[in-house]
């Protein structure tokens, strides 16, 4: 089928439907009619910002005020068709409410104009007619800042796209000694937390330093001009440095092991980690990685410190917090995952598990490549 100059798109709370067909080149059009119903205006607002942004396409919007009376639905279309007066135009039925997807549906398809439909799991636009052409699989086009814009965030601004190979060294060896590391690295975590402002921690006890894991922490750090031991206090070299101590590192980890899968998973389109976004209602959050794959928002949360054993909380405000922001930021598809490196509480697991939250926790991470690939696969 040739390319069509005008898509006709039904505004939901689910934008992605509405943005892949315009970002592909093979069926990009040259202008977008967003059909709206009232409680889909600010929906129909941000939607609109990405494909003038993203697509570089034409936007207007098309009201309909009653969505869920089929008639009126019909009704308006019709008066769309009529105002376009353009042969070259196609309905992209996925979006909308049942009676608008269904009304919008029977006007293009007694008028002979093609129709489609964006298939939510293959990613695959459907001709729903005429029902004989060929589906397209559709590019995975869409950026983080774009995605979440189209949900009404904003990205304010990144970490690092990548981790010096002296870092993952590092990195390697916590995970690698694991069991060896957890109790020393739970103390590091809390004398970095105290030097969020100063970069000076508070004064390090004596049982610490006494302590062979976190003197080896120490040496490891120190050897990477991260922090030396100055007057009994961390002396971190820059809050960059604070920051990778205090946990920064697993999450630059976890970013560098995504980043080397995109070999073997080219769905993988789009990888970030610190991104902080600010949402329509001004609320600031930050997600520590967050990428794409098949045009499907996926966010980890990266945890170094421990959580308080042995309590019904000890784990809980993370993944409240995942739980929250995972929908809101990306969507009802969207995914979500914890990578704690110290070991999770029974309790944990099970809230987790009821939130829909993946865990990878403690001597797991020795399979985080695998594991990744078998969550990325599986979603």
Known sequence: MNKINTH????????????TPALDSGTRPESVVLVVSPDMEKQAEWLSDVLKSAAGVKVSLWPINHPWNISHVQDRILDLIAELDDDSIALNATGGTKPMSIGAYEVFRADKKPIFYV??????LV???????????????????????????????????????????????????????????????????????TLSSDIVHDSAIRNHGFRELLGELSDLNLVSL???RLKFSSEEARFFANGGWL????????????????SIQDTASSVEIVRGDGVKNELDVVFLADNRLHIIECKAKNFKAGTATSGAETLYKLDSLVEAVGGLKAESLLVSYQPLSEYDKKRASEMGVKIIHGSELKQLRVKLKNWINRA
């Open 119 to 124: 298939h939510p799991e293959r990613d695959e």
């Open 127 to 197: 001709w729903l007619f005429p029902s004989h052409q060929p589906s397209h699989r559709l590019a995975d086009r869409v950026k983080i800042p774009h995605f979440i814009q189209s949900y009404g965030g904003k990205v304010v601004s990144t970490g690092a796209s990548s981790i010096p190979p002296s870092y993952r060294d590092f990195a390697n060896t916590l995970i690698d000694n694991i069991e060896q590391y957890a109790r020393s690295l739970g103390t590091l975590n809390w004398y970095a937390s105290s030097a969020m402002k």
């Open 230 to 232: 100055v007057n009994g």
């Open 251 to 266: 999450e630059q980890y976890v970013l560098s092991v995504l980043n080397s899968l995109k070999k073997d998973l080219p």
């Open 8 to 19: 006709v798109y039904l505004v939901s709370a689910q934008a992605t439907p509405n943005i």
